[in-house]
């Protein structure tokens, strides 16, 4: 058990220098090397730590066991732990919310009085109305380790479809809920994992998509998904097969349109393209067979919604920023083009109160736009500030919306806005324990290996002195088109107010530049990823911001992966690096389950032999080379991660820890009851960042303000 000092600002740290601990390497367990060998297209390649790979083997799970013991006497022994654990506590402890839904004249959103673990999902009969409480995720388990997943209301209001995750699984079962009474229905539905539901209109059931079940009775990720209908008050095994793709690893998910009258049936198999079905309903049930509107496999077509028999699309073809277009159900292959593609990146798009608002990324910054159905511009939403904006979802034949804004100093306020007037109104605004005062963000842009510029954030105090000797924490992850904007997190800011910068790269992989800047991370181009990181460092570094003692690189998932080949391609450059849940073995990162094989989008396989040699040229795992000096390591990961499997980081660690030739620590902090990091306890995510925190305090020799 650990135990902490009391509470106490770090702010009034400034008398105590609790910095360097230089605590001894510690001795790691050993980890057993066999003669395990694979061999990819005539090249053979060891794999001597296969057996991590059996989770719960007895081995595995001693060495697991081992691992963590010598990780937590390491942190428990590092002096700023304990104030930093405390102070975090203080400084999450502060009211949110999340963005309204309004369905059936009531109003859904979460709500956190501070240090719940898990947020509460609220009902109100009106928007000014008192709300109560519909789901209180905290009562599910004593620990905080089961979470609310997704949620969906009825079209009258008065029914809940809800999932709910346990240990941090991303495998889920459905629950439905009587918003008026509070009492759950007796259907309950399993097998399902990544998908949502959509309502019938008739609000007697819905479409929702799940796993088939292997020979021994559970759920086989290792196929692929179908829709199902689920008529309320009938068990599961009722439910009729609606859709099932032909091609084996074709997922496909379902959409009710807003009026009932469709069921839109998107294929999910990759990042870069998809094809999209049409079904006509009656009473909810199909009416017709299934029937191709894209079927190509030459862009990305993303539904937005319908007025009529017009079904209206996103689509990257011919448009890598993205467009909007329309299609008649009746004739889908005369498309309509309606917003042409633009020079800022299209980020999502929705149909409210008969205008379409668009949101696109500007430099890694958010912009929203009005249009009329025929895509005539109408205005530009005025958001608060310079920052991120999300949310904008709401009803064709309602004109109100709401939205989020934040930025990386300024807290996630929530808007009302009316798509008609124009008009923003403030619905809530969180109140902080933060001087926010203290702390300016910057942009800049700086040139990548390959002459490429690219942008970086930049957050720190004000006034600060650029002579290389500021503790910098830099953040990316340049993959799946996914954008870091600028957001709000207490944990971020309290390494801020500690002393530090925190600096996020806006890497190539992501989608700040639309899809060409995705493709330019991707398979044989991934390596220029890793070069924009490295030059991000590099800049930091000739600026003054900091120096490689004093410089620590973190990312997550395929941000794991980021640092992981970062570190092991230039060990030089970093004064520590945290991987945390990473991708880190790329030779067989496929094998786990089948949606990670439609990772391979952005990845390649190795399997394919082209795919193979830029895999294995930059694998992390693969790249650990023995007698190196590697820099102060701390991996992060959790027993329950099923969405990246913990063995990429065991392997990983058991070979780092193997090959260092010097005196900087190389450990391994295992989570139990976690998964990937969706519906983490609050207090699992302050006690992780709490160890982070002062492992870099110690690595970087930050001395506490």
């Known amino acids: 058990m650990r135990h902490h000092k009391p509470i106490l600002a770090l702010a009034t740290l400034v008398t105590t220098t609790l910095a360097g601990a230089s605590l001894a ?328 109160g008969r205008h379409i608002v668009a949101q696109f990324i500007q430099d890694a910054k958010t912009a929203v736009r009005v249009y009329t159905l025929t895509g005539q511009p109408v205005r530009e939403v005025e958001l608060p500030g310079v920052g991120s904006a999300s949310g904008f979802a709401g009803h064709i034949t309602s004109p109100e919306t709401f939205y989020s804004f934040s930025g990386f100093t300024q807290p996630g306020a929530i808007y009302r806005y009316d798509v008609t007037t124009g008009q923003s109104e403030l619905f809530r605004q969180p109140e902080v324990l933060f001087d926010l005062n203290q702390f300016e963000t910057s942009q800049v842009f700086y040139e990548s290996k390959d002459g490429t510029k690219v942008p970086m954030f930049l957050v720190h105090k004000k006034g600060i002195t650029l002579d290389g000797t500021n503790p910098t924490l830099l953040y990316g992850y340049g993959g799946f088109n996914i954008s870091l904007t600028p957001s709000f997190r207490a944990s971020r800011l309290a390494w801020v107010e500690m002393g530090g910068v925190y600096a996020v790269a806006n890497l190539r992989g992501g989608g700040e530049y639309g899809e060409a800047w995705h493709i330019a991370g991707t398979k044989a181009n991934k390596q220029n990823v890793f070069d924009d990181f490295i030059a991000a460092a590099e800049w930091l570094i000739e600026a003054g911001y900091t120096s490689t003692p004093k410089l620590a690189i973190e990312g997550g998932s395929n941000g794991g992966l980021l640092v992981g080949a970062c570190m092991t391609q230039r060990p030089d450059l970093f004064g520590a690096c945290v991987p945390h849940v990473g991708v880190l073995d790329m030779l067989r990162y496929h094998t786990q389950s089948a949606n990670a094989r439609q990772w391979s989008d952005d990845f390649g396989l190795s399997e394919d032999p082209e795919g193979f040699r830029y895999l294995w040229a930059y694998s992390p795992l693969h790249n650990v080379r023995v007698g190196a000096c590697y820099p102060p390591t701390l991996i ?63 690595q970087l020799d930050m001395p506490l303000e």
Not at 81 to 100: K, W
Not at 670 to 678: D, L, Q, S, V, Y
């Open 636 to 698: 992060t990961t959790a027993e329950g991660d099923d969405r990246v499997k913990p063995w990429h980081s065991y392997k990983f660690a058991a070979a780092l820890q193997r090959a260092q030739d010097c005196d900087n620590p190389v450990m391994i902090r295992i989570e139990t009851r976690a998964g990937h990091g969706a519906g983490k306890p609050l207090s699992k995510a302050i006690r992780e960042t709490a160890d982070i925190y002062a492992f870099l305090v110690d």
């Open 25 to 352: 390497q510690p001795a790691y367990p050993d980890a057993r090397r066999d003669g395990t060998v694979d061999t990819y297209h005539g090249v053979r390649v060891p794999a001597p730590y296969r057996w991590l790979e059996n989770e719960t083997s007895d081995e595995t799970q001693a060495w697991i066991a081992a691992e963590n013991k010598v990780t937590n006497a390491y942190l428990d022994a590092l002096p700023a732990r304990g104030r930093i654990e405390a102070r975090l506590t203080e400084l999450y402890n502060y009211e949110r919310f999340g963005i309204p839904e309004e369905e059936g004249g009531r109003y859904f959103y979460t709500r956190n009085d501070g240090l719940q673990n898990q947020s509460v999902l609220y009902v109100a009969d009106a928007l000014d109305a008192t709300p109560r409480v519909l789901i209180d995720p905290n009562t599910f388990s004593e620990d905080g380790t089961q979470a609310l997943g997704g949620t969906e209301v009825s079209p009258d209001g008065k029914l809940l479809a809800y999932a709910v995750s346990d240990g941090g699984s991303d495998w889920a079962h459905l629950a439905q809920r009587d918003v008026e009474t509070g009492q759950d229905l007796p259907d309950t539905l399993g097998d399902i994992k990544f998908s949502g539901v959509s309502w019938t209109s008739d609000n007697a059931g819905f479409y929702y998509s799940r796993y088939p079940r292997d020979a021994d009775g559970n759920a086989d990720d290792q196929q692929a998904v179908a829709v199902y209908h689920h008529r309320l008050g009938t068990p599961q095994d009722q439910d009729p097969l609606v859709y099932q793709a032909e091609v084996s690893t074709h997922n496909p998910y379902a959409t009710v349109t807003e009026d009932g009258n469709f069921l839109i049936v998107s294929h999910f198999d990759g990042y870069l393209a998809n094809a999209v079905y049409m079904i006509r309903l009656e009473n909810g049930l199909p009416a017709t067979e299934p029937a191709p509107i894209f079927d190509k496999w030459d862009g990305q077509y993303d539904f937005i919604g319908n007025v009529g028999e017009t079904l209206f699309f996103t689509t990257t073809k011919d448009a890598p920023n993205s467009r909007v277009i329309a299609v008649g159900a009746a004739n889908p292959d005369r498309v309509r083009e309606v917003l042409p593609e633009q020079e800022l990146a299209i980020q999502g798009v929705s149909l409210i």
